[in-house]
């Protein structure tokens, strides 16, 4: 059995409601167990006891929201512990050209940071999944293609 971590920070309950649709997504994957942690609720301990760690944050100024840069910046103590984990990311916005893809990628950036393979797609949503505001039907689709993709990778791997 893996362990997959969701890890999510939310205000407006929108990226709340992605990480449940990439945990289902991963849920989809036989062999999987999925947690889903709110960030304020998520210790570095967990993040290491996963096989795979998906992280998902409100775009805030183009960046990830400071619980969760809080996180990785705590997750320094367990530096090497994550390298060949399979990671990925996902985000909600404020609308259209706002910061979607450079959260994303702040978000990625840590994960490679810490050695970890991230899992990127080949067509559209290329850094992960978002979506603008409330994620409607095709972003929840996304995200549950997220999170099968995911732990579809971290199965192979294992």
């Known amino acids: 059995m ?3 971590l969701v890890v999510y920070d939310s205000k407006t309950r929108h990226t709340e409601k ?3 649709a990439v945990a289902e997504g991963a849920k989809k994957v036989k062999g999987v167990e999925v947690q889903v942690r709110r960030v304020s609720e998520t210790e570095i301990g967990d993040l290491v006891e996963a096989d795979g ?15 969760l840069k ?3 910046d705590k997750s320094v103590k367990v530096h090497g512990k994550l390298e060949g984990k399979v990671g990925a990311a996902f985000t909600s916005s404020g609308g ?6 450079t959260t994303l990628l702040s978000i990625v950036q840590a994960l490679l940071i810490h050695g970890m393979i991230v899992q990127g797609r080949a067509h559209a949503k290329h850094y992960g999944a978002a979506a603008v505001c ?6 929840l689709r996304s995200c549950m293609d997220l999170g099968k993709r995911t732990a579809s990778l971290v199965m192979r791997l294992k």
């Open 96 to 101: 259209t050209a706002s910061g979607a893809e």
């Open 53 to 67: 760690i998906i992280l998902g944050s409100p775009t805030y100024y183009g960046l990830m929201s400071a619980r």
């Open 2 to 4: 893996v362990k997959i």
């Open 134 to 139: 409330a994620p409607k039907k095709g972003d």
């Open 18 to 20: 992605m990480a449940f």
């Open 70 to 72: 809080r996180l990785i």
